[in-house]
């Protein structure tokens, strides 16, 4: 009995010590420099944040896709509404699993509200996967046929065969 007391409380603070973790970078502490900022995007399409001075995108997708400027500009602003979109559903996905977590650490788990969180977990995971696919409809209205061959190769890396997306 013991044993397990001791075992339920370390897993406890392991989730409360996680928790504070994502909720600390979520709010604000990333941006002051205290932790650096998840990737949000694929790292090979475009930066995940840049300062204001700075491109958002690297000066590499720019040259290897030969966007004009006004392609450079659109393209900004779809990774940006994406990023903004994405980063809200992440959130919201890790609050969802933290009440799974929570859900567990009871001695007789509520499977009614169980469901309830696998439910909205599904329900928030397609809507990241259908956030992925709007923004990549738009970039492909954006690019060229010959851009867009370029960036799939580029998303894929190089001696890849397969189609399909990377995880993300």
């Given at each position: 009995?013991?044993?397990?007391?001791?075992?339920?409380?370390?897993?406890?603070?392991?989730?409360?010590?996680?928790?504070?973790?994502?909720?600390?970078?979520?709010?604000?502490?990333?941006?002051?420099?205290?932790?650096?900022?998840?990737?949000?995007?694929?790292?090979?399409?475009?930066?995940?944040?840049?300062?204001?001075?700075?491109?958002?995108?690297?000066?590499?997708?720019?040259?290897?896709?030969?966007?004009?400027?006004?392609?450079?500009?659109?393209?900004?602003?779809?990774?940006?509404?994406?990023?903004?979109?994405?980063?809200?559903?992440?959130?919201?996905?890790?609050?969802?699993?933290?009440?799974?977590?929570?859900?567990?650490?009871?001695?007789?788990?509520?499977?009614?509200?169980?469901?309830?969180?696998?439910?909205?977990?599904?329900?928030?995971?397609?809507?990241?996967?259908?956030?992925?696919?709007?923004m990549l409809a738009d970039l492909r209205q954006v690019l060229t046929p010959e851009?867009?061959?370029?960036?799939?190769?580029?998303r894929r890396g190089p001696g890849s065969f397969g189609g399909g997306f990377r995880?993300?």
């Open positions: 009995m013991r044993r397990t007391s001791v075992v339920l409380i370390a897993l406890v603070a392991a989730l409360v010590i996680g928790a504070t973790a994502v909720l600390f970078t979520r709010t604000g502490a990333s941006a002051q420099g205290a932790w650096p900022e998840p990737p949000t995007a694929d790292p090979g399409l475009v930066a995940a944040a840049a300062p204001a001075d700075q491109p958002a995108q690297p000066p590499d997708l720019r040259r290897r896709l030969n966007l004009t400027d006004e392609q450079a500009k659109r393209v900004e602003q779809i990774m940006a509404t994406f990023r903004g979109r994405a980063e809200r559903l992440r959130i919201d996905l890790a609050r969802a699993r933290l009440d799974a977590r929570e859900a567990f650490l009871q001695t007789t788990p509520d499977r009614a509200r169980l469901a309830t969180i696998a439910r909205r977990i599904g329900d928030l995971d397609a809507q990241l996967t259908q956030a992925r696919f709007d851009q867009w061959g370029r960036m799939q190769m580029m995880r993300r």
